[in-house]
């Protein structure tokens, strides 16, 4: 099998869960890995192997280089991957894939001029679970789409950057994007947002704590989304979880399995998943991107939809999404 040689630009926790996949993965090696914190890249060549640097353009520099990983805070998206476009690059990106729009438009625009292969790590959209919703919407007329994420994320050191809004955009942004995300893939786009948040158990973050959304979809579908940081954090059951009613049944999607019930009977179902990263990488090694359901165009989208929410809720009224 061809080997695809990786580097990565961010050695954060993201990363190394990415990093530790991809060192299992058959034609996957990783070459070089950059972070601003040296201590990091340091521990970050010694799992991987790869050269450990501390700017990443000397790494982007590296004539074996065929693909990327960008995992990054949400603050700091922008020249690294224009950095990385200027080689003409595959890359793969954490989500949400900017702070603001203009920055993913500038990035977006050049994606689509060079035409480079990339992913976007909404890692939700391969899980078996979410094959076994969309084939059992298929063709259905959806009502009411109810999503959820409760975490306690937002406790512990308000210093941290995730907790700190004009950097993450708080838990709507950096954490729900996936939520809505799964919400969009499932049911469809969403034409407007109408949002309220309220800070009220965190008072050393300056984000808010609680987000309460009303969601139109373009196909006529209603929605709400919920979503607290502030709630017990040893529980991630209430985090990722999408109720769907149609047809006088109901679906409810989580990281876990599906469950369907119909006629007062529920049933459980579940597939195996697949990675991600062994997509990307295979997408790189063949040029046959068809399998990547993540693309960067679409990760914008997403990114609108919490812009849309922050949006509404300082400015009391409903709110369209603009992506590209």
Same mark, same amino acid.
């Given at each position: ?148 994420? !409760? +975490?306690?994320?937002?406790?512990? /050191? ?9 950097? *993450? $955009? &708080?838990? #709507? ?62 529980? !991630? +059951?209430?985090?990722?979880?999408? /109720? ?9 999607? *989580? $990281? &876990?399995? #599906? ?66």
């Amino acid at each position: 099998m061809e080997e695809v040689r990786i580097g990565f630009i961010g050695c954060g926790g993201n990363a190394t869960g990415h990093m530790r996949r991809l060192t299992q993965l058959e034609g996957a090696r990783i070459v070089g890995v950059c972070d601003v914190v040296p201590e990091l890249a340091q521990k970050a060549a010694e799992l991987t192997g790869g050269e450990a640097y501390t700017d990443h353009r000397a790494l982007l520099g590296r004539p074996d280089l065929q693909a990327v990983y960008l995992s990054l805070p949400v603050f700091a998206h922008g020249q690294p991957e224009m950095d990385t476009l200027e080689r003409g690059l595959p890359f793969f990106v954490e989500k949400p894939v900017a702070r603001d729009m203009a920055t993913a438009r500038q990035i977006a625009a050049e994606v689509q001029r060079r035409g480079v292969i990339t992913c976007v790590g909404y890692q939700l959209r391969y899980l078996g679970a979410t094959d076994l919703a969309r084939e059992a919407l298929a063709g259905t007329v959806v009502s009411l789409v109810v999503g959820k994420y !409760w +975490s306690g994320s937002g406790r512990g /050191d308000g210093s941290r950057w995730v907790r700190q809004f004009a950097k *993450s $955009g &708080g838990q #709507l942004l950096e954490q729900a994007t996936h939520t809505l995300d799964i919400m969009r893939y499932l049911v469809g786009e969403i034409a407007q947002v109408q949002a309220m948040q309220a800070s009220r158990v965190l008072k050393d973050i300056d984000c808010p704590d609680a987000h309460a959304l009303i969601l139109q979809f373009e196909n006529g579908a209603l929605g709400s989304m919920t979503t607290t940081w502030a709630y017990d954090p040893r529980d !991630w +059951s209430h985090a990722n979880v999408v /109720d769907i009613t149609f047809d006088q049944s109901l679906l409810r999607w *989580s $990281g &876990g399995g #599906l469950a369907l019930t119909h006629a007062g009977e529920t049933v459980e179902q579940k597939r195996p998943d697949r990675s991600i990263d062994a997509i990307f990488v295979d997408a790189v090694r063949s040029g046959d991107r068809s399998s990547i359901l993540s693309p960067y165009d679409d990760g914008v989208r997403s990114l609108a939809l919490s812009l849309a929410g922050l949006q509404s809720a300082a400015e009391g009224r409903p709110v369209a999404p603009s992506a590209l």
